[in-house]
């Protein structure tokens, strides 16, 4: 179920492009590009940390929604696939999570 709703999420995001920006608000964030895009996830993703701290399920479930929506977009704006996003987490299964953050650590410049 989760993979089929956030897959439908962004095939929706994705045919957002077509839309006028007076109609979509997921248009206008793809017009507006990237920074406003990354923006946004980031003010949700505040959000959503904020309503973590709190003892409100229903507002962190609202908030975290929020910030997979927000991530899509992104994720759309920059031409990035949710089956891509997908496929790096299936390559990292079954691997430490401590050792694949050493590899990536010894990898950057």
């Known amino acids: ?30 017009d507006a590009g990237p920074e406003r895009c990354a923006k946004k996830l980031g003010e949700e993703a505040v959000e959503t ?15 975290a929604a929020d910030l997979l ?6 994720l759309e704006v920059k031409s990035v696939t949710l089956d891509e996003v997908l496929g790096e987490l299936q390559a990292r299964t079954g691997t430490s999570g401590l050792v694949e953050k050493a590899q990536r650590t010894a990898k950057a410049p």
């Open 49 to 63: 940390v904020i309503a973590a701290m709190g003892s409100d399920r229903i507002a962190l479930k609202k908030e």
């Open 69 to 74: 929506y927000h991530l899509l977009v992104l």
């Open 1 to 30: 179920m989760t993979e089929t709703v956030l897959a439908n999420l962004a095939a929706l995001i994705r045919s957002r492009r077509n839309d006028s920006a007076s109609k979509s608000y997921t248009k206008e964030l793809l």
